[in-house]
């Protein structure tokens, strides 16, 4: 009864305007469309197409499934599916073989139909409109009509400063064209937010890590804070690489292990990964220029002077690998994952869709999928041995993996054949390694340097390529505002979000290359924007007229990621690691003495950790556009009651000497230990009320049990909202 009071009571005077901003419904629905575009349309394109399909000989049983309303409408039997209830569909019932069988060839793997149980019962989302197959004039045609009219296939262009009626607001280019914005909706930004608020904020944000207690008292008792010199001392921080790095290693789908296993073979398992991490640790802190960052990731290899680089290659070499390796249809599976992790994470477009047919909405045809494929089918991955003393199999790969960096290297150039509808038995034209058509150049021909890898990553990494640098700065702007200003990152086509603020996209982007391509400018001149530098308190009028903060008249409440609120608590228990680097923890992120940065734990795509499940880490078996954040019971019952929450609280407890004998210290009173207790767990002083709640509390408590009535307090402010957001 002690732990439900005091979480009832002084958790919501904690919690106070931190609730959770939800997710843009945008994201959720471009998350069930990509699970339609993965799981289902390729099976539906294989297996069904041939006789339900609008250039089928004839339409069987009236059901068409090549189109979303018609799908939904079903055939001459009724409606094909109950969108929400998946054992009330006959498209389940055909597919576990009961009053149809479907396809008659043979019944789908039962993975399979548990992938279309699985999206009907979310809903049934299908993208598709009611157009029939466009024909190959029409794919040209809307290429160039990409290339001419889509703005995300526009060189980004220099912009100029809009002109704003509180001209002396901004302090830097980005605060001209968000106030611009701002007053043509009539909206007024919101105050500055204080010091102590701004420090908290400034340190998660550039090193995923709470400011140092000595930096929060300094505020408090000089309150002032420079603001630039923090900024710099943070960006020069070996911090600083290990939080940008965190953000890296979703997008190129870190892990150290595979999603299957076979008995105890751990041949295909990467134990060695960690140095591709490091590597990520250190060219975020050596601010290596975005351009090169991106061709080293590519083709270190075939780079003059990068031989002490080669380590960079473990953005393809730990990517998934698949067992039967030697099957074409298990290798075709293993490209795709190649070719969606480098164009939706490099540039925000979503290529592997054209596996199996043209793009439905981007001017991508199955001939470019292909195209851009036979670069990986040209690269073979490749466990290069970490020394001269390692053992080497007859190819030159080290005989063990742990004696190995896996990366990749050059294979036999190989020019694919189309596989017509993504089947591997149905061979067509053989297209030639090259870039995409819709960004190239008329001069443009096919790669001709061994696998094409260099060719790739210089075609990706030029100024001239109008998607890179936008999808990158968009990928920071989000990470540091809390929203990207395009919502879909991954995803710059035409089922993708516009940009909320076009021209300053552009003049971002622009800038950024401009700079070197430099990470730490485009970080430094973001943070040091008047925007960045709003309180998360809007006007009321400006919350009822953009309730979602489209336009930026306050900052966003940001919520933690899990490694960060995991290094939080163990900062606060004293006990975080200064480690950087090195092999990755073999023990549990649940393990109350592991007490480095979680960054450092060991990421498996077989079975990710279950703390970093439930505060919702990604999949690492696939590139994460962008974290999701639930909100959930098993969250809050997580922290009421795991080992790993009560072991933090007994640290923080003994930290601060409250349990100590029967009474505090005679130089401590129990209001000096509350203040002291807030500034060092949420980096403010309690305000009145606060303390006066505290106090109320454990004076209560006090005389039943004063070890449980400081526990209890500790935990209630550790497992309260503040802590786990940043305002």
């Not at 480095?596 to 279950?610: A, C, E, K, P």
Request: glycine residues 6%; aromatic residues 8%.
């Amino acid at each position: 009864m002690v732990r439900i009071a005091v979480f009832s009571v002084l958790g919501t005077c904690l919690t106070t305007l931190h609730a959770a901003e939800s997710q843009p419904a945008a994201n959720l629905d471009a998350a069930k469309v990509e699970f339609f575009e993965k799981k289902i349309r390729p099976v539906l394109v294989e297996h069904c197409y041939e006789c339900h399909a609008a250039d089928s000989e004839a339409i069987q049983g009236g059901l068409r499934v090549d189109d979303g309303p018609a799908f939904r409408a079903g055939g001459d039997s009724g409606p094909a599916f109950a969108p929400d209830h998946p054992d009330e569909s006959l498209l389940i019932s055909a597919l576990e073989y009961q009053d149809f069988e479907m396809p008659p060839a043979g019944k789908l793997d039962e993975q399979v139909i548990q992938n279309f149980r699985t999206w009907i019962a979310d809903g049934a989302v299908d993208p598709r409109t009611p157009k029939d197959p466009a024909s190959s004039a029409e794919v040209t045609e809307r290429k160039v009509n990409f290339k001419t009219n889509f703005w995300a296939f526009q060189n980004p262009q220099p912009q100029a400063r809009p002109s704003v009626a509180a001209s002396a607001w901004p302090s830097n280019f980005i605060d001209y064209f968000v106030l611009a914005q701002m007053e043509r909706q009539g909206l007024t930004p919101a105050p500055p937010i204080d010091d102590v608020g701004f420090l908290r904020r400034l340190s998660f944000d550039l090193t995923g890590l709470p400011p140092a207690e000595e930096d929060v008292r300094r505020v408090i008792e000089s309150d002032a804070l420079d603001r630039t010199e923090l900024t710099e001392r943070l960006l020069a921080s070996v911090r600083f690489g290990e939080r940008w790095a965190r953000m890296w290693m979703d997008i190129a789908r870190y892990a150290e292990d595979q999603a299957h296993i076979v008995g105890d073979d751990k041949s295909l398992f990467f134990p060695n990964a960690y140095l591709y991490r490091d590597w990520l640790i250190d060219a975020f802190n050596r601010d290596v220029p975005y351009d090169q960052f991106i061709r080293l990731q590519l083709a270190a290899d075939l780079l003059p002077d990068a031989e002490d680089q080669l380590v960079a290659l473990g953005f393809i070499g730990v990517g998934p690998k698949y067992y039967n390796r030697g099957r074409l249809d298990v290798k075709a599976d293993e490209w795709e994952d190649r070719v969606d992790t480098v164009t939706r994470g490099l540039m925000g477009l979503t290529v592997a869709c054209a596996r199996c047919h043209d793009h439905k909405y981007d001017p991508i045809s199955t001939e470019d999928y292909y195209a851009f494929a036979g670069v990986f089918a040209s690269t073979k991955m490749f466990n290069r041995p970490l020394n001269d003393d390692v053992k080497t199999k007859g190819d030159g790969q080290a005989e063990s993996p742990s004696d190995a960096m896996h990366v990749v290297r050059e294979g036999d150039a190989t020019d694919l054949n189309v596989f017509i509808r993504g089947n591997v038995d149905r061979k067509g034209p053989v297209v030639s390694r090259r870039f995409l058509t819709v960004l190239s150049r008329d001069e443009d021909t096919s790669f001709s340097q061994g696998s094409g890898r260099k060719e790739l990553a210089e075609r990706i990494a030029c100024r001239d390529n109008p998607l890179t640098a936008r999808v990158f700065v968009n990928r920071v702007w989000g990470e540091l505002i809390g929203q990207p200003l395009v919502a879909s990152p991954s995803n710059f086509g035409k089922t993708g979000s516009a940009p909320t603020h076009p021209e300053l996209l552009d003049e971002l982007a622009v800038q950024f290359m401009d700079h070197g391509w430099s990470v730490k400018w485009l970080v430094r001149t973001i943070v040091q924007s008047s925007v960045y530098g709003q309180s998360s308190v809007g006007a009321e009028d400006a919350v009822r007229i953009d309730p979602g903060n489209q336009f930026l008249a306050r900052m966003h409440r940001k919520r933690l990621s899990v490694e960060a609120w995991r290094d939080a608590l163990v900062t606060a228990s004293g006990t975080l690691s200064d480690q950087v680097g090195g092999p990755s923890e073999a023990i549990d992120a649940l393990d109350a003495d592991q007490v480095r940065r979680t960054l450092y734990g060991h990421i498996s795509r077989f079975q990710l950790n279950s703390m970093l499940v439930l505060f919702d880490h990604p999949d690492a078996n696939v590139h994460a556009a962008i974290r999701n954040e639930t909100t959930t019971p098993l969250q809050k019952l997580f922290l009421m009651n795991s080992d790993f929450m009560q072991r933090q609280v007994d640290l923080v407890t003994r930290r601060h000497a409250l349990c100590e004998g029967d009474a505090l210290s005679d130089a401590v009173s129990t209001q000096q230990a509350i203040e002291q207790l807030y500034v060092s767990l949420l980096s403010r002083c309690p305000t009145p009320d606060e303390v006066t709640l505290g106090m109320s509390f454990l004076n209560a408590e006090a005389n039943v049990d004063r070890h449980v009535a400081w526990t209890e307090y500790v935990h209630a402010i550790l497992s309260s909202s503040e802590f786990m957001f940043v305002d």
